[in-house]
């Protein structure tokens, strides 16, 4: 498991406009030991990520106002954020979507619904790198 591997707790960052996905995750992400902050849109995430920086970033590509592109582009454009990895999480599955996601930032994109066990391994890999 992802948390007996490493002698502190990661701390995720999940950004999605859907309460029941960002329990799924949270739960699935905790359960493993990882630390979980929510953001429930892009203008949140920014303003949360001024305080703090987490080591792995989630992202909904599909919200209301700042969509999960954007703002990808606006956290890499932060120097204390590019080495952040973003996964996009998402529903949109066209190859323009995925291109899309990866020219904003991302290092990986995952379409939902999302499996809970990729996941943590696509994590585990991004987090070793």
Same mark, same amino acid.
């Given at each position: 498991?992802?948390?007996?591997?490493?002698?502190?707790?990661?701390?995720?960052? =999940?950004?999605?406009?859907?309460?029941?996905?960002?329990?799924?995750?949270?739960?699935?992400?905790?359960?493993?030991?990882?630390?979980?902050? =929510?953001?429930?849109?892009?203008?949140?995430?920014?303003?949360?990520?001024?305080?703090?920086?987490?080591?792995?970033?989630?992202?909904?590509?599909?919200?209301?106002?700042?969509?999960?592109?954007?703002?990808?582009?606006?956290?890499?454009?932060?120097?204390?954020?590019?080495? =952040?990895? =973003?996964?996009?999480?998402?529903?949109?599955?066209?190859?323009?979507?995925?291109?899309?996601?990866?020219?904003?930032?991302?290092?990986?994109?995952?379409?939902?619904?999302?499996?809970?066990?990729?996941?943590?391994?696509?994590?585990?890999?991004?987090?070793?790198?």
């Amino acid at each position: 498991m992802l948390a007996e591997t490493h002698s502190c707790r990661e701390l995720v960052l =999940v950004v999605d406009d859907s309460p029941d996905t960002l329990g799924l995750l949270t739960d699935a992400l905790e359960e493993v030991g990882l630390t979980v902050l =929510v953001s429930p849109s892009g203008e949140h995430a920014l303003r949360l990520l001024e305080r703090i920086t987490p080591d792995v970033i989630l992202m909904d590509a599909v919200m209301p106002g700042l969509d999960g592109f954007e703002t990808c582009r606006q956290l890499k454009a932060r120097h204390q954020l590019y080495q =952040v990895p =973003v996964i996009f999480m998402t529903g949109l599955s066209a190859t323009d979507d995925i291109v899309r996601g990866f020219d904003a930032g991302g290092v990986d994109y995952l379409t939902k619904p999302i499996n809970p066990k990729e996941m943590i391994t696509r994590m585990r890999v991004h987090l070793a790198n």
